[in-house]
């Protein structure tokens, strides 16, 4: 029907029109006529039909710059377009079948919760019995994914750090210092081969990353997290430190340029003095500090961190001031995220006196403390430390908040559960912002996590998208994934193993909410497959109606992530529904 719509009209403005008018129709009959369909089908077809009514209008092209009524006006006159790809034909093909109310559409858990005629006590019977399948089925795929606190899992990682201290000519003590992992952090290839088997692309990529100062460095506390042996349990946490050989030359690359498209959120647009960032009304980003111990490959921050520990990632004395006098001087202020880098490896002496400026400034209700070392180096977290955190907590006054940054169930080990019970002694709240990265992303993966982390006393709070920076694709994941998992799988936990919120850091403005549509439109389709949203400001309807920046931007190819999910083992069959959630 589309398609020949497409070849009986004259012009290219009139097919639209009548493809346009062709969807609304289809949706009306549907929602006229909805007898025979089920009500999953019902709203499929609806938002099948605002998509492709979007993706017709004038608009959406200039802004996408490509015409996908151009393509189906192509396809229906058999005009040749060898620049359309599979992913292209195969999101297209599952928009068409699901303006028909057809497509995939079978529960992830393998359970179809079938309503029943029954009522009372015997309809609440056979709901259970119903639920008690749909979580055997959850359970199956949750216990797939391993964490640390697993008996197993800390003799081998035991054995690990006893293979990394006589390599290292070190004692158990030397171990629970954190002065000495840091001054042991591993940072070339080299001593990385010395204590640890990889292959010769990782080395590769370390060899070249220090040839090319592209900042690399593993805390031995992390290195032994991870498996001599080739296994798929510490994959995720290799690919969070060990850099691809692609990554490494474009980084390499734009670094050498000073190419400002690495500062992919514009912080440099939303600095009002050194070392501050603000895109809210009461909140401040403060980074006094600019290195990690470890470097997080797909790191937003990868443009202006020199490399691992540099001694001149420290603020000076007189950019710390003027960054403070003008917190003290813009009262709207009530919050400081202290983040960087990684504040937490500051001396405790740093961090006290800095946290008591901040404290002395009158508006100031919160201090949230940014830090991955919960993760990297949670030896960090002495008592001394908590002690200083705690004592600048004033119950009905000012909390201090620790965020950190955990990616992976296999991330948890008992340090982390002792650091997160010595911070909460004190009265300081843990929570966790996760990035939504390809090696979180199989079924049930990020449920797993948010479980583990619950157990382990940290709250979930964000779960943020991947973002669009050229060197760091291999990380991606379309956005219709995340979607899905809180759809299909978050939903699935209970309420307080999910008290996170799915966002998209949009350049220069913040954080997109992605569970709402009305804060996007997808506008196109391109050749590669790719989507093309349209993400709209958080200030919309708060500021006026006046003239808003919008920000577009391409998604990852669906096809494209389902193909590396199948080859990393994955049934994408269990994915199916993903062509669905826009
Ligand atoms: S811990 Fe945070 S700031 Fe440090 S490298 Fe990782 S993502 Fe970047």
Same mark, same amino acid.
């Given at each position: 029907?589309i398609?020949?719509?497409?070849?009986?009209?004259?012009?290219?403005?009139s097919?639209?029109?009548?493809?346009?008018?062709?969807?609304?129709?289809?949706?009306?009959d549907?929602?006229?006529?909805?007898?025979?369909?089920?009500?999953?089908s019902?709203?499929?077809?609806?938002d099948?039909?605002?998509?492709?009514?979007?993706?017709?209008?004038?608009?959406?092209?200039?802004l996408g710059?490509?015409?996908?009524?151009?393509?189906?006006?192509?396809?229906?006159?058999?005009r040749?377009?060898?620049?359309l790809?599979?992913?292209?034909?195969?999101?297209?093909?599952?928009?068409?079948?699901g303006l028909?109310?057809?497509?995939?559409?079978?529960?992830?858990?393998?359970e179809?919760?079938?309503?029943?005629?029954?009522?009372?006590?015997?309809?609440?019977?056979?709901?259970?019995?119903?639920?008690d399948?749909?979580?055997?089925?959850?359970?199956?795929?949750?216990?797939?994914y391993?964490?640390?606190?697993?008996p197993?899992v800390?003799?081998?990682?035991?054995?690990?750090s006893?293979k990394?201290l006589?390599?290292?000519?070190?004692?158990?003590?030397?171990?629970?210092? =954190?002065? =000495?992992?840091?001054?042991n952090?591993i940072r070339?290839a080299?001593s990385l081969t010395?204590l640890?088997?990889?292959?010769?692309?990782?080395?590769e990529?370390v060899?070249?990353?220090?040839?090319?100062?592209?900042?690399?460095?593993?805390?031995?506390?992390?290195?032994s997290?991870?498996?001599?042996?080739?296994?798929?349990?510490?994959?995720?946490?290799?690919?969070q430190?060990?850099?691809?050989?692609?990554?490494v030359?474009?980084?390499?690359?734009?670094?050498?340029?000073?190419?400002?498209?690495?500062?992919?959120?514009?912080?440099?647009?939303?600095?009002?003095?050194?070392?501050?960032t603000?895109?809210?009304p009461?909140?401040?980003i403060?980074?006094?500090y600019?290195?990690?111990?470890?470097i997080?490959?797909?790191?937003?921050r990868n443009?202006?961190i020199?490399?691992?520990?540099?001694?001149?990632?420290?603020?000076r004395?007189?950019?710390?001031?003027?960054a403070l006098?003008?917190i003290?001087?813009?009262?709207a202020?009530?919050e400081?995220?202290?983040?960087?880098?990684?504040?937490?490896?500051?001396s405790?002496?740093?961090?006290?006196?800095?946290l008591?400026?901040?404290?002395?400034?009158?508006?100031?209700?919160?201090?949230r403390?940014?830090?991955?070392?919960?993760?990297t180096?949670?030896?960090r977290?002495?008592?001394?430390l908590?002690r200083?955190?705690?004592?600048?907590r004033?119950?009905?006054?000012?909390?201090?908040?620790?965020?950190t940054?955990?990616?992976?169930?296999?991330?948890?080990t008992n340090?982390t559960?002792?650091?997160?019970?010595?911070?909460?002694?004190?009265?300081?709240?843990?929570?966790?912002?996760?990035?939504?990265?390809? =090696?979180i992303?199989?079924?049930?993966?990020?449920?797993?996590?948010r479980?583990?982390?619950?157990?382990?006393?940290?709250?979930p709070?964000?779960?943020?998208n991947?973002?669009?920076k050229?060197?760091?694709?291999?990380?991606?994941?379309p956005?219709?994934?995340?979607?899905?998992?809180?759809?299909?799988?978050?939903?699935?936990?209970?309420?307080?193993?999910?008290?996170?919120?799915?966002?998209?850091?949009?350049?220069?403005?913040?954080?997109?909410?992605?569970?709402?549509l009305?804060h996007?439109?997808?506008?196109?389709?391109?050749?590669?497959?790719s989507?093309?949203?349209e993400?709209?400001?958080?200030?919309?309807?708060?500021s006026?109606t006046?003239?808003?920046?919008?920000?577009i931007?391409?998604?990852?190819?669906?096809l494209?992530?389902?193909e590396?999910?199948?080859?990393?083992?994955e049934?994408v069959?269990a994915?199916?529904?993903i062509?669905?959630?826009?």
């Amino acid at each position: 029907m589309i398609f020949a719509v497409a070849r009986s009209e004259r012009t290219m403005d009139s097919m639209r029109r009548r493809l346009c008018a062709l969807a609304e129709q289809m949706e009306f009959d549907t929602f006229y006529d909805y007898g025979n369909m089920r009500q999953g089908s019902i709203i499929r077809v609806r938002d099948c039909a605002s998509v492709f009514r979007n993706i017709l209008k004038k608009r959406s092209e200039d802004l996408g710059k490509f015409s996908v009524a151009r393509v189906i006006r192509d396809i229906a006159l058999d005009r040749p377009r060898p620049d359309l790809s599979p992913a292209f034909f195969a999101d297209l093909y599952y928009m068409i079948l699901g303006l028909q109310g057809r497509g995939p559409g079978k529960a992830p858990a393998d359970e179809e919760l079938e309503p029943s005629a029954l009522t009372g006590r015997r309809a609440a019977k056979e709901r259970s019995r119903q639920l008690d399948t749909l979580w055997k089925n959850i359970e199956k795929r949750l216990s797939t994914y391993h964490h640390g606190l697993e008996p197993e899992v800390i003799a081998y990682r035991r054995k690990r750090s006893r293979k990394i201290l006589k390599v290292l000519g070190a004692s158990e003590k030397d171990w629970e210092n =954190w002065h =000495w992992q840091l001054q042991n952090v591993i940072r070339d290839a080299e001593s990385l081969t010395a204590l640890l088997a990889i292959s010769g692309a990782e080395k590769e990529a370390v060899v070249e990353a220090s040839r090319r100062k592209v900042p690399f460095g593993i805390t031995p506390f992390y290195l032994s997290l991870m498996h001599d042996e080739p296994t798929a349990h510490d994959r995720a946490i290799r690919a969070q430190v060990i850099p691809s050989l692609d990554y490494v030359m474009e980084t390499a690359a734009d670094r050498e340029t000073g190419d400002c498209l690495m500062d992919f959120m514009r912080e440099r647009d939303t600095s009002p003095v050194d070392l501050i960032t603000r895109r809210y009304p009461a909140i401040v980003i403060f980074k006094p500090y600019n290195t990690c111990p470890q470097i997080c490959v797909y790191c937003q921050r990868n443009w202006e961190i020199e490399g691992v520990l540099e001694p001149t990632a420290m603020a000076r004395p007189e950019q710390i001031e003027r960054a403070l006098s003008w917190i003290r001087r813009h009262p709207a202020i009530h919050e400081v995220l202290l983040t960087g880098g990684d504040p937490l490896i500051m001396s405790d002496n740093r961090i006290r006196n800095l946290l008591s400026r901040i404290a002395d400034i009158p508006t100031i209700e919160r201090i949230r403390i940014g830090t991955r070392v919960l993760a990297t180096l949670p030896m960090r977290i002495t008592d001394g430390l908590c002690r200083i955190l705690g004592s600048f907590r004033k119950p009905g006054k000012r909390e201090v908040v620790v965020v950190t940054h955990v990616q992976h169930p296999y991330e948890i080990t008992n340090r982390t559960v002792e650091a997160v019970e010595n911070l909460r002694s004190r009265g300081i709240p843990v929570c966790n912002q996760l990035v939504y990265t390809f =090696w979180i992303s199989r079924r049930f993966e990020a449920a797993a996590l948010r479980r583990i982390l619950r157990l382990t006393g940290i709250t979930p709070y964000y779960t943020f998208n991947t973002k669009g920076k050229d060197e760091t694709r291999d990380y991606r994941v379309p956005i219709a994934r995340l979607l899905q998992e809180q759809k299909e799988e978050a939903r699935m936990m209970p309420g307080m193993a999910r008290t996170d919120e799915a966002v998209y850091n949009v350049p220069g403005m913040g954080k997109n909410y992605l569970r709402a549509l009305q804060h996007r439109n997808m506008l196109s389709l391109l050749p590669d497959g790719s989507r093309v949203y349209e993400y709209h400001p958080w200030e919309k309807n708060i500021s006026g109606t006046g003239p808003l920046e919008t920000y577009i931007s391409n998604d990852v190819p669906i096809l494209e992530y389902l193909e590396r999910l199948e080859g990393i083992g994955e049934d994408v069959s269990a994915y199916q529904t993903i062509w669905y959630y826009y």
